[in-house]
């Protein structure tokens, strides 16, 4: 079992920069590809970016690209979300995931462990 926990959410403005954390235990998280997902009220869950579990492939939606950025530490089990020009529709829960085979995927049924979201919301 692999638990994963998020943090970092909280209030920000519509220009401005959070950081997401998300702290894996359990497994061995250098093991895992990861993935960040968003699901707004009444939405689907939706993919953010992924990163291979070296840190050399990272995707993103086209949503988010180049102004969010994942990255990770297999030192401390941790994943980033470092997400800058903050826009209202970045407004949702925000919920890390791990993959324990084959690369990053941008598809929720592709992971199997989740953590529990953390708030994310964006005033214009």
């Known amino acids: 079992q692999v638990q994963l926990v998020e943090s970092g959410g909280g209030l920000a403005q519509a220009g401005g920069s959070l950081r997401l954390s998300c702290v894996a235990s359990?497994?061995?998280?250098?093991?895992?590809?990861m993935g960040w997902f968003r699901q707004a009220p009444g939405k689907e869950r939706k993919f953010v970016a992924t990163i291979s579990r070296s840190a050399g492939d990272t995707y993103y939606a086209d949503s988010v690209k180049g102004r969010f950025t994942i990255s990770r530490d297999n030192a401390k089990n941790t994943v980033y979300l470092e997400m800058n020009s903050l826009k209202p529709e970045d407004t949702a829960v925000y919920y890390c995931?791990?993959?324990?085979w084959g690369s990053g995927s941008a598809k929720p049924n592709g992971y199997d462990y989740w953590g529990q979201g953390t708030q994310v919301t964006v005033s214009s």
């Open positions: 995931a791990a993959r324990t």
């Open positions: 359990g497994r061995t998280f250098s093991n895992y590809a």
